[in-house]
């Protein structure tokens, strides 16, 4: 009895697969990937915020020169929460969105009438977009509202506007 050699049998299955030859010699590809849908919000919102400049409103309880230290500060949005000069850390946050017309959140903060050219010229558009983020993990702490529009972002406290873009 002669032993069986399969070697010449598993030569001539290799040289095929190398070739080319026979499509069930290599391991199948994976599935391409999904790309992630964009989230919208998170793009308009999720960064952290420099500030560069500010006006000052009618009522204002900060001098300009108060306001003026607040440039270079920065307010950090993320997924769950923020950190923000005036209200603190926020670890948890719930978000609501709105769109609005920047003379009528002008109009609403009663701040001067130049105060919308002012923005527009930061680089803010005539129509925002308005977060409200409210903590879920503190006692009643002020909503950050920040409105959103072209990459730039503005948000008010103590009747001074604090115009922001990303860091």
């Given at each position: 009895?002669?032993?069986?050699r399969p070697w010449p049998e598993l030569l001539i299955a290799w040289s095929l697969c190398s070739l080319g030859f026979g499509a069930g010699?290599?391991?199948?590809?994976?599935?391409?990937?999904?790309?992630?849908?964009?989230?919208?919000?998170?793009?308009?919102?999720?960064?952290?915020?420099?500030?560069?400049?500010?006006i000052l409103g009618k009522g204002a309880s900060v001098t300009p020169t108060e306001a003026e230290g607040?440039?270079?500060?920065?307010?950090?949005?993320?997924?769950?929460?923020?950190?923000?000069?005036?209200q603190g850390t926020c670890e948890e946050a719930s978000r609501t969105k709105r769109p609005r017309k920047l003379a009528e959140v002008i109009d609403e903060l009663e701040m001067s009438p130049s105060a919308e050219g002012e923005a527009t010229s930061f680089g803010l558009t005539t129509s925002v977009l308005e977060y409200r983020l409210?903590?879920?993990?503190r006692r009643k702490p002020p909503p950050l509202l920040?409105?959103?529009?072209?990459?730039?972002?503005m948000t008010?406290?103590?009747?001074?506007?604090?115009?922001?873009?990303?860091?």
């Open positions: 009895m002669v032993p069986s010699c290599l391991p199948p590809d994976e599935p391409a990937k999904k790309p992630t849908p964009v989230n919208v919000d998170a793009q308009n919102l999720i960064h952290t915020w420099i500030v560069s400049d500010h607040f440039h270079g500060r920065t307010i950090e949005i993320s997924a769950e929460g923020y950190t923000s000069p005036w409210s903590c879920n993990d920040v409105f959103v529009s072209s990459g730039k972002a008010c406290f103590n009747g001074v506007c604090y115009l922001m873009k990303p860091f």
